[in-house]
């Protein structure tokens, strides 16, 4: 049982270049989360998806954009990287609602240069 | 202002102390989790509450929702219970985290 399982765990990026970040869970998990963590500030919630299909945009959406085709995968795109875009990224998920138990991948390491 | 405050910031204790961590939420909530975030990187879920008081070892957390307030404690610290500490509360549909607590135990 990997639980969440996120890739890739380091990437270093030129300014204006994309990438995917993909998130999978194998716990039958409804809800998906990304989030990205940065020096002297809480984790914050990028987007969201509350089952298979379906996306929401969080606190911090503008530059990223998410997809869910299939319920066990959540994929966070970055078009068009910026430096302000280096952070730690995290995928979560639960069962429920952020009132159930959430599980966490490892986190993704981003540097934008 | 963050609408989840952790105190303190950074903690260091020596090894067999009992230790506490706060949590102070502005906004009403209806559930908080703790988590534990390790050296590597990786968070892990401790607790989930949203009434009175839970237990998972050395373990304690206890919330107080209409204080607006929950705790951390870890009795008998070891050196292995050195990572931050970070609080969340759920209120409407999200969660609110804190910047969270970094322990240091040392032997």
């Known amino acids: 049982n990997a639980g969440v399982t996120q890739t890739p765990k380091f990437r270093v990026l030129k300014t204006g270049q994309s990438m995917t970040l993909l998130c999978a869970q194998d716990?039958?998990?409804?809800?998906m989360y990304w989030y990205r963590q940065d020096p002297g500030m809480g984790l914050r919630l990028i987007h969201y998806s509350v089952g298979e299909g379906t996306t929401a945009k969080g606190e911090v959406p503008d530059g990223y954009n998410v997809s869910r085709l299939k319920k066990q995968n959540f994929l966070l795109g970055l078009e068009s990287a910026a430096p302000s875009q280096t952070s730690v990224y995290f995928c979560?998920?639960?069962?429920?609602?952020?009132?159930?138990?959430?599980?966490f991948g490892q986190g993704t390491r981003l540097t934008v240069v | 202002k963050n609408e989840v405050e952790q105190s303190p910031q950074n903690l260091t204790a020596q090894e067999g102390e009992f230790i506490t961590i706060n949590c102070s939420y502005s906004?009403?909530?209806?559930?908080l989790h703790w988590l534990q975030q390790h050296p590597g990187g990786g968070i892990v879920s401790l607790f989930m509450?949203?009434?009175g008081k839970k237990k998972h070892g050395r373990l304690i957390a206890t919330i107080n929702i209409q204080e607006k307030h929950s705790s951390l404690h870890i009795t008998a610290s070891h050196p292995r219970d050195s990572a931050v500490y970070i609080c969340a509360g759920f209120s409407g549909s999200r969660l609110t985290f804190g910047e969270g607590t970094q322990l240091t135990v040392n032997p």
């Open positions: 979560a998920s639960s069962l429920q609602g952020p009132n159930t138990e959430a599980f």
């Open positions: 716990m039958n998990h409804e809800y």
């Open positions: 509450l949203s009434s």
């Open positions: 906004v009403g909530i209806s559930a």
